[in-house]
């Protein structure tokens, strides 16, 4: 059980969540102590894997419009309760408008694309700045990201634009390999393995991930934004299709950064993942007690935002974010703006 910034996640297998009062009670077997939390130091709720959640605790959160977040034991999201929708439902009928307009979601997508190569980019280069090896290939990689980020604006339709994000993607993973210190425990980094991740550098990925997605999602409902209509990713039922958009721009900075630090710094290292049968790879629970709290004070660090011209906390990011999107399509800005680290 750790809270962290207003957030309590519990990740104890076994545990079970329930009303008492105005409190979270949570009973851990085989545990003695009496853990209470108050809900009004809460603003969400995040469970991890076979954590249970009493009907009770969760019709009360979603008359708070407190969200429960639900996330498998290696981090990947499952799902999401917000309560009653919020926000401004002209907001979210523009929004569908605009998805619906060929050209304004082809536009508003080279965004999104745009701001992922161009802060994977930079992370490469910051990378080659600073390593002993492998400093050629990562400036090789970097100058490619640069030259398909020349390519979008050109792209003549959402297949296209996919087609030239997929590529740098691929790029941008042969050259995260050079970043990792080669002395570590963890084995190779062959490739980025989504479902399921079969190695400890891509089960922390998607781990934090995972984190971020709901992170974003949680901004754009917040703004009033519709989460499952989106402009880079399909439409497909369950599919939180603006959150993935959002979240693009956030990856190298915020969650490979942090994976990078964690395994460069020994902080994480082999005895904090497990194998599963089949062959997934997922943290220890000491290893999501590590992880999330590097994740807390990762959030705590203020980040330059220039549209803005001042510092916000990374917590907060998507937020802003968020408002610029749906300022964008209110039509108050010509084009969406993406943060760059």
Not at 271 to 284: N, R
Request: glycine share 10%.
């Amino acid at each position: 059980m750790t809270e962290l910034l207003n957030t309590l996640y519990v990740q104890t297998q076994g545990a079970s969540l329930f009303l008492d009062g105005d409190s979270v009670r949570i009973v851990i077997p085989e545990h003695d102590g009496r853990n209470i939390v108050p809900l009004r130091r809460l603003q969400e709720i995040v469970v991890f894997g076979g954590v249970q959640v009493s009907n009770p605790l969760v019709t009360r959160c979603a008359a708070d419009g407190r969200p429960v977040t639900w996330m498998s034991g290696g981090g990947r999201f499952l799902n999401r309760l917000e309560g009653p929708t919020r926000g401004n439902v002209l907001l979210r009928h523009a929004q569908h408008l605009r998805y619906a307009d060929p050209d304004a979601t082809l536009k508003t997508a080279r965004s999104f694309v745009a701001g992922k190569l161009q802060n994977s980019r930079q992370l490469l280069l910051k990378g080659a700045r600073d390593a002993q090896r492998g400093r050629d290939e990562l400036r090789e990689e970097a100058a490619t990201l640069e030259k398909m980020l020349g390519k979008i604006p050109a792209a003549p339709d959402l297949d296209a634009l996919r087609g030239i994000e997929g590529d740098a993607a691929r790029h941008y993973f042969e050259g995260f390999r050079h970043l990792l210190r080669r002395d570590l425990d963890i084995g190779t980094f062959p490739a980025r393995i989504k479902r399921p991740p079969t190695d400890p550098v891509n089960a922390l990925l998607s781990f934090y991930y995972g984190m971020t997605r709901s992170m974003v999602q949680g901004a754009a409902e917040q703004v009033g934004l519709d989460p499952y209509v989106g402009f880079l990713h399909g439409l497909r039922p369950g599919k939180p299709a603006l959150a993935l958009d959002l979240m693009e721009e956030f990856r190298a900075p915020v969650a490979d950064r942090l994976a990078l630090t964690m395994f460069n710094r020994r902080q994480l290292c082999a005895e904090h993942f497990e194998t599963l049968p089949g062959g997934a790879v997922q943290l220890t629970e000491d290893g999501r007690t590590i992880a999330l709290t590097a994740w807390r004070e990762a959030m705590k660090r203020d980040r330059p935002h220039r549209l803005n011209g001042r510092r916000v906390p990374t917590a907060i990011l998507p937020s802003v974010q968020a408002r610029i999107l749906a300022r964008h399509i209110r039509g108050e800005l010509d084009g969406y703006v993406p943060w760059i680290a």
